[in-house]
């Protein structure tokens, strides 16, 4: 079973960062694709960012050039560097771990971004 710790959210002003992270239990992290997805209210989940074992990465268009997703495979975790914020990007994070048969989820970070 793999265990998926996300942290690193809060409430920061339009314009400002945040970095999130995501530790996950998985012996063998850096095999996998990790994932950032987001849910704001009465909204879908969308992904956000994602980053292969390869270093291939896949962001949202509404994030491309604010946001980078890197991983320390080392650690086991994954990040994800967000600048420029916006109040749009207020939402749930979510934290996820695709082995390509089956995904896993984090409990996921609040972020409020205020005008």
């Known amino acids: 079973q793999v265990q998926l710790v996300e942290s690193g959210g809060g409430l920061v002003q339009a314009g400002g960062s945040l970095r999130l992270s995501c530790a996950a239990s998985a012996s063998t992290f850096g095999i996998y694709t990790m994932g950032w997805y987001r849910q704001a209210p009465g909204k879908q989940r969308e992904l956000v960012a994602s980053?292969?074992?390869?270093?291939?990465?896949n962001y949202a268009d509404s994030v491309k050039g604010r946001f980078t997703i890197s991983r320390d495979n080392a650690k086991n975790t994954v990040y994800l560097q967000m600048n420029s914020l916006k109040p749009e990007d207020t939402a749930l994070y979510y934290c996820?771990?695709?082995?390509?048969?089956?995904?896993?989820w984090g409990q996921g970070t609040q972020v409020t971004v205020s005008s």
């Open positions: 996820n771990l695709d082995t390509g048969r089956l995904s896993y």
């Open positions: 980053l292969t074992s390869s270093g291939s990465t």
